[in-house]
């Protein structure tokens, strides 16, 4: 994944509202919409995409996201840019909770992922401390 596959799929996280689905199949994220001729169940059993292929999608933007910031060739700016999407990215993912609110093994892989914002999020934090 790109930096700015990276920092679009961060950006698509901030849109998504409570009860929204993410279709997480092609490298670029993107909500699913009721505008197809095919309900929801369908298009994601066709494509083969699932709530636990979302799960491991966001997963990933988590991990690569500690990457990128830990990668000491970033700028401060360059880090600073990473830590706003981040940030406003939790609220989608937030919102993706009350979406499976009913599947408690989804919830736990959201959190963990969450977790692993959270810590990218305190890091940088504690670097400001530290400047």
Known sequence: MNVDTLFINLKVLVLLKPYQ?????????????????????VRRMIYGDNRMSTVRRIDEIAFKSGQYYKDVNRTEDERSRLICHL??????????????????TTISHLENSLDKMDQVI??????DEDS
């Open 21 to 41: 689905k993410l279709n997480s199949q092609n490298e670029l994220l993107y909500i699913e919409g009721s505008m197809s001729i095919f309900p929801t169940f």
């Open 87 to 104: 940030t406003n990215a939790r609220k989608g993912v937030a919102n993706l909770k009350k979406t499976y609110d009913q599947d408690v």
């Open 122 to 127: 305190l890091s940088s934090k504690m670097r």
